[in-house]
């Protein structure tokens, strides 16, 4: 944050030399890589809302508030001052400000009133609004992911999903039939468990009404002051997916008790929770026993959001390194005209490059889900991106953060923030092990998909760099687990390439074909091959 007239000479030295702090900046307009990613993606066709957004999202005024939401974090008041239970979080101001910003914006909703391009629309949205504050996404995005497993069931659809969709926010901590709008958490994973959710042990007993009581514990509960949790419980028929309501229909406060909320790495600006559930009343989403089939899409959009987030992370971690070069001078030079750092800037274009490819193309394969390829792409592409991008963001943020030096490594830059926000999204859902394992099953039994993803490559530049070939080998056989990895980040990388070729500008493309593809090296700034420096830096530099 700036401030009005600073004084620069003092006592023993003046202060020169310093880069200006990046805020008042439309991060939408100045963005070209943004920008032309929504225009083949069809979000463009929204840029009116999307340019006035990002005027929101990069003013100084909204970057302060990330930054007081996340030096306050959210606190626990489990009783009110006679000792009754209430379970309720307490947030600073701007954590309120920051909700009302993007759900007012449509983050949440948009993908689901706007009658075409939603999705991609929503990955625009999201992008922008994780530049203000990560943390605030995670509730948008649990929100915006829901509304699939919500139409499992038309009764609580028909309630809850013009509440979830509203444009707008209502922090109030009354039932949500009262409410402007909702916002709906997650609360799946268990203590004994974690990603393996077939071991939860919260039980679910039927009631005369059509409701049922739940009987357990959540680990991980995201978002715990939100309207509702969708949740996993064993019924009589197996494990079920559920909507735990913070209220029952009598109006009361429903027995959703939470223990403690997480001291986090980062995110801390977001409440994460462990609960238990004593007795608490719930409606079943879906049929008994098909509680991950029921989950399965929600599962799907909040990868793209993690996606979306991690590439977010990237490229306001590469906008705040640039930003530093041109201002920051050293060795008689700044630091934007020294070949060592215009290595590593270019060399960080590429990932954010790869990364905001791979968001929207798999938006917009969503939103073209009645096309069975475009559907068969969707599932194979989200977990592939996920396993690849949310890897990358740590490596990208440590590297961007070297670039500012000591600057960078204090909690007064958005910068210490991004890095400890940066190793999230592998997490979330299940980490890369699990991820790989996985795709290896799925594209072991959808032939639909392995044809779609290798069709992708084939069709960018006539499958140049080989990337369809070794697509097609990985593909043709039984990868043993102990190389899942391997085999998924080669399939990603071929993925982010195709993208990249198709969409691109040649220097995205052709470098990142030769810096990850064909020699990719350990550490970034170190790779053997020439790229277009000066076209990557470019493109990758705000119109400020």
Not at 6 to 15: F, G, I, K, S, W
Not at 184 to 204: F, W
Not at 274 to 301: D, F, K, S, W
Request: aromatic share 6%; hydrophobic share 45%; with cysteine.
């Amino acid at each position: 944050m700036s401030h009005r007239n600073p004084r620069t000479r003092l006592a023993t030295h003046e202060v020169v030399n310093q880069s200006a702090p990046l805020e008042d900046v439309n991060l939408f307009a100045a963005d070209e890589i943004l920008r032309s990613a929504c225009a083949w993606s069809g979000a463009g066709a929204h840029a009116p809302r999307l340019r006035a957004f990002g005027e929101r999202v990069g003013s100084a005024e909204a970057q302060a508030w990330g930054a007081q939401a996340n030096a306050a974090p959210p606190a626990l008041r489990a009783f009110d001052r006679f000792g009754r239970r209430i379970d309720e979080v307490e947030f600073h101001p701007a954590y309120h400000r920051l909700m009302a910003l993007g759900l007012e914006a449509g983050v949440s909703g948009a993908a689901w009133t706007t009658p075409a391009c939603g999705h991609a629309l929503h990955a625009a949205l999201l992008f922008l609004m994780g530049q203000a504050d990560y943390g605030v996404c995670c509730p948008m995005s649990m929100t915006y992911a829901a509304v699939p497993a919500l139409r499992a069931e038309p009764a609580l659809a028909e309630a809850w999903v013009p509440r979830v969709t509203a444009e707008a926010y209502d922090p109030r901590v009354i039932p949500a039939p009262e409410k402007r709008a909702a916002t709906l958490g997650m609360a799946m994973t268990e203590k004994q468990g974690g990603s393996d959710v077939r071991a939860n042990a919260t039980r679910a007993e039927p009631q005369a009404d059509g409701g049922y009581r739940l009987v357990g514990h959540k680990w991980f509960c995201s978002a715990p002051m939100s309207d509702g949790f969708l949740t996993l419980a064993y019924a009589e028929g197996g494990l079920t997916c559920f909507l735990a309501p913070r209220w029952t229909p009598d109006g009361e406060r429903n027995a959703i008790e939470i223990q403690r909320l997480k001291d986090k790495l980062g995110d801390r600006s977001n409440a994460s929770a462990e609960i238990e559930y004593r007795g608490a009343y719930a409606r079943r989403v879906g049929p008994e026993g098909r509680g991950v089939r029921t989950i399965i899409e929600m599962v799907q959009l909040t990868r793209l959001d993690c996606v979306i987030g991690s590439a977010t992370q990237m490229r306001q971690a590469l906008s705040l390194a640039i930003r530093h070069a041109q201002g920051r001078a050293a060795f008689q030079r700044r630091l934007i005209d020294q070949p060592l750092m215009r290595a590593v800037l270019a060399d960080l274009a590429l990932d954010v490059e790869a990364a905001t490819a791979l968001a929207f193309r798999l938006a917009r394969a969503l939103d073209r889900a009645d096309d069975p390829r475009e559907a068969a792409l969707a599932r194979i592409g989200l977990p592939l991106a996920k396993y690849l991008v949310t890897k990358r963001a740590p490596a990208v943020a440590a590297e961007a953060l070297e670039c500012l030096g000591g600057a960078g490594y204090v909690e007064e830059t958005p910068m210490a923030r991004i890095f400890r926000q940066s190793p999230l999204n592998a997490v979330w859902e299940g980490s890369g092990n699990v991820i790989a394992l996985d795709l290896l099953r799925a594209l072991a039994r959808e032939p639909d998909a392995r044809e779609a993803l290798v069709g992708e490559l084939r069709e960018a530049a006539g499958g140049a760099a080989g990337a369809a070939a070794e697509a097609e080998a990985l593909l043709s056989g039984s990868v043993p687990e102990g190389q899942a990895r391997h085999a998924v980040e080669r399939l990603a990388l071929g993925l982010a390439w195709a993208v990249l070729a198709r969409h691109a500008p040649a220097a995205a493309a052709d470098g990142f074909a030769a810096r990850r593809l064909d020699a990719p090296s350990l550490t970034l700034g170190a790779g053997g091959p020439a790229i277009d420096e000066d076209a990557l830096i470019a493109r990758a530099t705000l119109a400020t």
